[in-house]
């Protein structure tokens, strides 16, 4: 058992030393959790629930464009596309890539559809019409109520390229750039805040890529460059993406920092997992190098900014689960990365989501990849779409967890496995907000229900919490057009005191939300 005078933070680092804890024995499962609301890990940033759509497969032709469909309207979004999107709640979205943008010349995508030239796509292996462009996707930006995240080309594109895209988005004069957004229909400056310095530069799969000294200087002048043109934007540097075994992830990002701390406002990182040895309790553990990644980056960053008054967070612009769709022969042509989601695959996003908070204090942009069809929790067909098991936890984390993340007391019953030796039965986060706290809950037992005990230590349970369930039969189970055995279901659980008591199914995240007097 784990000390319970661990904190949430000092919990994760013990976690290496802990004996790991294997009982059937009911007393031995059972968790506390300590809660003081003035004890805060950091402001939960709403920004950590956006989702990112590429130029690739079907994400946005056939996904979120479609002109021609029965189900699309006269501007060829998907009316159905739009409602799942819409109570899917994103915050930001990032566009148009990945790997796609470190080739894409954005003046290819505006003006008249019938004249924009369609181009050879290398990263996927696609004919790219450029019928989506940007006026395009901000345009879908401002029907969904989200805010635009666009990604530079710093593979193939130039300095110049860069700060015009600025200039075309954002300046309000009258310049040459800036009468081609008006020629398209587009009076006002679309004003996009946020914008990334390239994608994954560090990877050898990037079209450009550079050693991090060579990627830091070339970004350095292209974030000066787009700063100059709208001083008020906020800069991403391409942060470690490559966690190959020989691949220096550290240095990369340490080095891009000596070059953009006085620039860039955030530093991104991308992790994919995937269950590939079919083994569970494995797989239920993998959001822990996630929790280690941040660790080590947020260190990095103290050390680059010790004598600065700016402040970088990190943007975590890309995650997900992602093995079956992958790897040689699956990521080349339209209908590509089309993964196809189950139960456990859901509870270990409800984790990298709770890993977030738990770090709410660094991790203030989190971009999932994607979100229609291609990786993504939406998929479609001609004819209609079903929601994969991941939309339920995305869709309750970006609708109820806000304010505060509070910085737990934990003492937890653990398992081994042969990566971790000490893996906690219960993956827990909260959020409180104005009086109400909102606890995320994923069991990783997977036949075990584990009870659990939440003591106030500052505040009084003012009546009954509503706890949404996302599980089903088993943690195979799978969505598909004709049947949806994975969901949310609600029910109401008593709460008085200063104490909740509530028992988790296995293999289920379950999120408990009410008031607090």
């Not at 809660?35 to 990112?52: A, H, L, V």
């Not at 590429?54 to 998907?78: A, H, N, Q, T």
């Not at 390239?198 to 970004?219: I, T």
């Not at 994607?370 to 993504?376: D, E, G, P, R």
């Amino acid at each position: 058992m784990m000390d319970p005078k661990l904190t949430r933070r000092a919990f994760s680092a013990a976690l290496l030393a802990a004996p790991a804890v294997l009982s059937g024995k009911q007393s031995s499962l059972e968790t506390r959790v300590r809660i003081d609301t003035n004890r805060i890990n950091g402001q939960i940033d709403p920004k950590i629930y956006g989702n990112f759509t590429e130029m690739l497969g079907r994400c946005i032709y056939g996904g979120i464009y479609d002109p021609g469909s029965p189900l699309s309207d006269s501007r060829g979004f998907r009316k159905d596309v739009l409602k799942a999107v819409e109570e899917l709640h994103v915050p930001l979205l990032r566009w148009p890539g990945g790997n796609f943008s470190s080739n894409y010349h954005w003046r290819d995508g505006i003006g008249p559809r019938d004249q924009r030239p369609a181009r050879l796509e290398l990263a996927w292996g696609t004919l790219e019409s450029n019928e989506f462009g940007t006026d395009d996707f901000l345009t879908y930006c401002e029907q969904i109520k989200t805010e635009p995240y666009l990604c530079a080309n710093l593979g193939t594109g130039t300095w110049d390229e860069a700060q015009q895209w600025v200039e075309y988005c954002n300046f309000p004069g009258k310049t040459a750039v800036t009468e081609l957004r008006r020629k398209n229909g587009r009076e006002q400056p679309w004003g996009v805040k946020y914008w990334g310095l390239g994608n994954e530069m560090d990877g050898p799969w990037q079209m450009g890529h550079r050693s991090a000294e060579d990627y830091g200087k070339f970004a350095l002048e292209a974030a000066k460059m787009m700063k100059w043109t709208d001083p008020t934007i906020k800069l991403v540097a391409a942060g470690s993406s490559n966690f190959g075994p020989n691949a220096d992830w550290v240095g990369w990002n340490r080095t891009v920092l000596q070059y953009l701390k006085d620039h860039a406002d955030y530093l991104s990182l991308h992790t994919y997992v995937g269950n590939s040895q079919n083994n569970f309790a494995e797989f239920m553990a993998s959001t822990l190098e996630v929790t280690d990644r941040i660790k080590v980056a947020e260190g990095i960053i103290q050390a680059a900014t010790a004598n600065s008054k700016r402040k970088i967070y990190i943007a975590y612009d890309e995650w997900n689960v992602w093995y079956r769709a992958r790897g040689e022969g699956k990521e080349k042509g339209r209908e590509i990365l089309e993964e196809h989601y189950n139960l456990e695959d859901a509870l270990v996003i409800a984790m990298f989501l709770n890993t977030f908070i738990n770090n709410a204090q660094i991790v203030k942009i989190a971009n999932f990849a994607q979100l229609v069809n291609v990786i993504a929790p939406i998929f479609t067909s001609k004819n209609g779409l079903f929601l994969q098991t991941i939309y339920y936890p995305l869709q309750l984390f970006a609708s109820n967890s806000f304010g505060n993340s509070l910085e737990l007391s934990v003492e937890a019953p653990t398992y081994s496995t042969q990566k971790h030796p000490a893996v906690p039965y219960l993956d827990i986060s909260a959020a409180f907000n104005q009086g109400t706290l909102v606890l995320n809950v994923v069991n990783r037992h997977a036949t075990e229900a584990l009870p659990a005990t939440f003591e106030l230590e500052d505040k009084q349970f003012a009546g009954a919490f509503e706890a949404a369930e996302v599980n089903g039969p088993d943690s195979k189970a799978e969505n598909n057009f004709d049947s949806s055995p994975v969901k949310t279901v609600t029910k109401s659980t008593d709460a008085s005191g200063t104490r909740l008591r509530y028992t988790f199914p296995p293999h289920s995240f379950t999120m408990l939300k009410g008031k607090l007097g």
